[in-house]
């Protein structure tokens, strides 16, 4: 998250018409003093029972389940990075190139 | 008594009848892990909807984050594992 926040204008078009949200089985006032106490800009979702975890094959009990989904304005999944490495700057990169693609007009190759 | 030959006979044919389905069937594949990444949505697939409390760093959300009301703008959905673990 902390990287999420620092390249927040880059990865995310500085939040214009991007929104990002974080997801955890944190309780919603867990998340929200984390958030205020690191400064992060992004919505959360509390997700307790991994209902909506399940949904996005984000569920099976192991700690490397950092899966990001890229969903575009249509709601279909436009890209989506399992496993997300947060040390890696490449990841970034992806998911930035990922983001900017649902932004550009329809019409580019895939 | 002639039993070696036609006995040996019948067995290797019992043991081949036997053989044969498992040469020929097929293992049905496992089904996976519910909530696994292969059940993952992929590229192309309807995102699917939810609805959950959610927060900011300025406090709880009166109403809940629901994935519909983003329809329109680009959702970056992050699954992460626990608050105040590195990343």
Known sequence: ??????????????????????????????????????????????????????????????????????????????????????????????????????LTPAGGSH | MRTNGSHRAAFIALAAFMAAPSLYSQQPAAAPVPGSAATAPTVGQAAPDFSLPGATRFGLLKDPVKLSDYRGQTVVLAFFARARTKG
């Not at chain 1, 959360?44 to 899966?67: C, E, H, I, M, W």
């Open chain 1, 1 to 102: 998250m902390e990287a999420y926040r620092d390249q927040y204008a880059t990865l995310f078009n500085n939040g214009k018409k991007v929104v990002v949200i974080g997801i955890s089985t944190d309780a919603d006032t867990t998340q929200s003093s984390w958030a205020r106490e690191s400064g992060f800009p992004n919505l959360f979702a509390s997700d307790p029972d991994q209902s909506v975890a399940k949904l996005y094959g984000s569920a099976d009990g192991k700690s490397d389940t950092r899966n990001v989904f890229v969903i575009g304005a249509d709601g279909k999944i436009a890209a989506r990075i399992m496993r997300f490495n947060v040390l890696s700057g490449d990841a970034y990169t992806e998911l930035g190139k990922a983001v900017a693609a649902t």
